[in-house]
């Protein structure tokens, strides 16, 4: 069978962790039956047409904040540094992406980018913004779990796993403030926040604010989410 082939959104490479963070993206796509096309900020839009129209798929990945202007938000004092370049780059793809009808994953800033092109907005900083006892900027290595998610019953992530509960790590300050319209939430924190999202109809946008692609190897619920994903683009 003709293998999907992803289209990954990441950051500019500019140190060996970002290099690595690549890898491990790459990895989880490739392990999973899909094969990655790397698309870092710096590609440019010469061809972008060509390439939305070559891929079966897209992944957008982590990195630093969106800068708060793209959700018509004034900038807090506790908002990370934004990349615009890479912001520019995404928000360009992704609503040339949305037009058609290819499935879409998106992990941590993925989800945020994912859901404020759809016309969502974000709280720029969780510890100053929200009240909670749930620690969502993990201090246990990337590859180990640190918090919960609550499954909501009748999504598809619980179709997919089956349980009410599954593990995830932690790496963010931001979260979804208001959802966008067409989105549906499909897992929480226990403190309320969203952890996992997905598109209303038949359209396959799913999205996680944790990071499946460090857990998939050790755990089997984390695995089914790339599976899930990489069979959505084979079978399109
Ligand atoms: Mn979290």
């Given at each position: 069978m003709k293998k999907a082939v992803i289209g990954l959104f990441v950051k500019k490479r500019r140190n060996e962790a970002d290099k690595e963070d690549e890898r491990v993206y790459c990895g989880a796509i490739e392990e999973n039956g899909g094969v990655a096309l790397v698309l870092p900020p710096d590609l440019g839009n010469e061809n972008i047409e060509h390439i939305v129209d070559e891929c079966d798929g897209f992944f957008f990945s982590g990195g630093v904040d969106i800068e708060p202007s793209r959700y018509g938000a004034q900038r807090r004092a506790e908002c990370g540094a934004a990349d615009l370049e890479r912001d520019k780059f995404e928000f360009t793809w992704i609503e040339k992406i949305l037009k058609t009808d290819k499935p879409i994953l998106?992990?941590?800033?993925?989800?945020?980018?994912?859901?404020?092109?759809?016309?969502?907005?974000?709280?720029?900083?969780?510890?100053?913004?929200?009240?909670?006892?749930?620690?969502?900027r993990q201090t246990e290595p990337k590859f180990s779990t640190s918090h919960e998610v609550k499954i909501a019953i009748g999504t598809p992530l619980h179709s997919l796993v089956s349980e009410d509960r599954m593990s995830a790590n932690s790496f963010h300050h931001q979260c979804v403030k208001e959802l966008a319209k067409d989105l549906q939430p499909m897992a929480f924190a226990d403190d309320g926040i969203i952890e996992a999202v997905y598109f209303k109809g038949e359209r396959y946008i799913r999205a996680y604010q944790w990071h499946p692609e460090r857990l998939y190897d050790k755990d089997p619920q984390n695995r089914k989410i790339f599976e899930d994903f990489i069979e959505a683009c084979t079978l399109k």
């Open positions: 998106g992990v941590c800033r993925g989800m945020q980018l994912i859901n404020v092109a759809l016309g969502g907005t974000l709280y720029q900083d969780i510890p100053s913004e929200l009240e909670t006892s749930v620690l969502h």
